[in-house]
C-alpha cells in the first residue's frame, strides 16, 4: 500500500510562487509516475503535470513555462514548482501515483493553493 503526502500549499499572490512536494512511502521500488492533479471548486480534477521514471513528463497547456515538474527517484518524492500564479491556479492539487505502468493510481489528501491579491 503506498501512501503520499503533500505539503507546500498556501496563499500566495498573483505572480507569485509556491512549491508542492509529495513523498511516497509503502514501494520499495522507484514509482512508475508521479504527479499533480487539481480541482477548483464546481470544476472536474484535471491533470497539471506528471512525470514517469524514464524522465518523461507532460503538462497541462495552462501551465506550461510557469510550472516545472521534477522527481527525486530515491526519495519516491515528486515535487511542482509553480511560478507566475494566477488566480484561475487555485485549486486543491492532488499528488498521485503509479507503482507501474498501467497500474492503478494512488492518491494524496490534497493541498490547498490560494491565488488571490
Known amino acids: 500500500q503506498v501512501q503520499l503526502v503533500e505539503s507546500g500549499g498556501g496563499l500566495v499572490q498573483p505572480g507569485g510562487s509556491l512549491r508542492l512536494s509529495c513523498a511516497a512511502s509503502?514501494?520499495?521500488?522507484?514509482?512508475?509516475?508521479m504527479g499533480w492533479y487539481r480541482q477548483a471548486p464546481g470544476k472536474q480534477r484535471e491533470l497539471v503535470a506528471t512525470?514517469?521514471?524514464?524522465?518523461?513528463?507532460n503538462y497541462k497547456d495552462s501551465v506550461k513555462g510557469r510550472f516545472t515538474i521534477s522527481r527525486d527517484n530515491a526519495k519516491n518524492t515528486v515535487y511542482l514548482q509553480m511560478n507566475s500564479l494566477k488566480p484561475e491556479d487555485t485549486a486543491v492539487y492532488y499528488c498521485y501515483a503509479k507503482l507501474v505502468a498501467g497500474g492503478i493510481s494512488y492518491w494524496g489528501k490534497g493541498t490547498l493553493v490560494t491565488v488571490s491579491s
Open positions: 512525470k514517469t521514471s524514464d524522465t518523461s513528463t
Open positions: 509503502g514501494s520499495s521500488f522507484t514509482i512508475y509516475a
